[in-house]
C-alpha cells in the first residue's frame, strides 16, 4: 500500500471556513429559520437538511435564495441578507473551532506551510468570526479570501485560485480542505487536492473525486500527503 495519497509535493493549505474550521453553521440556520419563521407564521416550515446542504458553500445571497425559492417566503433575497447581517455577525465570535482544527491550524503554523483562508462569506463577518481566535494573526488580510472579493462564487474556482495565489503556491501544490459539495467541485476544478469534511450528507448519485474523505478534521493524516508528521506532544 503506498504510504502517500498522492505524487505531487504538497507546499500549500487553503481552508473554508464556516463549518469546517468553525461551528458557525448552526448560528445561521438558526437565523435563516427564525426569519422563515417571521415571514410565514402559519406555515413556519422547517428548512430541510438537504436545503442547508445545497447552502453549503455558496455566498450568502446565493443561499437565502435557495430557501426563499423553496418555502415561497415573500422576501427578496437582499432584504433577507440585510436582515441577517443585522443579527449574526454579535454571535459569531464565540463560535468554536471545529474538531481538530486548532491542532491542524498550529501545525501548519509550527512547521510554516503556508495557508490561507477562503471563505464564502462576506469578509467583515469573516474578520468578526477570528477576532477572539489565538491564531487570528496566522492570516493577514491578503490571505483571507471572501465571496465579496470574487466575481464568481463557488463551485468557480476563482476563490480557491486566488487563495493560492496570496500565498505563493501554484494550485497543484495545494490541499483544500471543504465541508461543502461546491467548495469540493471549486477545489477540483481549480486542480487542487481536495479533502473533503462534509457537515451535511446529501444523497448524490455520484461521490465528487476528492482526494479524501473525513468525518472530521481530526482524522486527517499529513504524513498520507508527504508532509511531516504530527507533534504528538
Not at 469546517?20 to 448552526?26: E, G, I, N, Q, R
Not at 491542524?104 to 469573516?126: C, Q, R, V
Not at 487570528?136 to 485560485?161: A, C, H, R
Not at 487563495?163 to 503556491?169: C, N
Request: proline share 8%.
Amino acid at each position: 500500500m503506498s504510504k502517500t495519497l498522492n505524487t505531487s509535493p504538497i507546499k500549500g493549505i487553503i481552508f473554508d471556513v464556516d463549518g469546517l474550521l468553525l461551528d458557525t453553521d448552526k448560528t445561521y440556520v438558526k437565523c435563516f429559520q427564525e426569519i422563515v419563521n417571521e415571514y410565514l407564521p402559519k406555515k413556519k416550515p422547517v428548512i430541510s437538511e438537504n436545503i442547508l446542504a445545497n447552502m453549503m458553500g455558496r455566498n450568502l445571497l446565493q443561499s437565502v435564495q435557495l430557501i426563499i425559492d423553496e418555502y415561497s417566503v415573500p422576501i427578496e433575497g437582499q432584504e433577507f441578507v440585510d436582515i441577517v447581517n443585522q443579527r449574526v455577525p454579535p454571535l459569531l465570535p464565540n463560535c468554536n473551532e471545529k474538531k481538530g482544527a486548532l491542532k491542524l491550524i498550529n501545525y501548519l503554523h509550527k512547521n510554516n506551510i503556508p495557508s490561507a483562508l477562503a471563505s464564502g462569506d462576506e469578509l467583515p463577518n469573516t474578520l468578526v468570526k477570528l477576532e477572539n481566535k489565538p491564531w487570528k494573526s496566522y492570516y493577514p488580510k491578503n490571505q483571507i479570501m471572501t465571496g465579496d472579493q470574487v466575481t464568481k462564487g463557488k463551485p468557480d474556482p476563482e476563490i480557491f485560485l486566488k487563495a493560492a495565489e496570496s500565498i505563493g503556491i501554484k494550485p497543484e501544490n495545494c490541499i483544500v480542505f471543504e465541508d461543502a459539495l461546491m467548495g469540493v467541485k471549486a477545489g477540483i476544478s481549480a486542480g487542487m487536492h481536495v479533502v473533503w469534511v462534509p457537515e451535511y450528507h446529501m444523497e448524490l448519485e455520484e461521490l465528487p473525486k476528492a482526494t479524501q474523505i473525513l468525518d472530521s478534521l481530526a482524522e486527517f493524516n499529513p504524513q498520507l500527503f508527504g508532509l511531516p508528521k504530527f507533534d504528538e506532544n
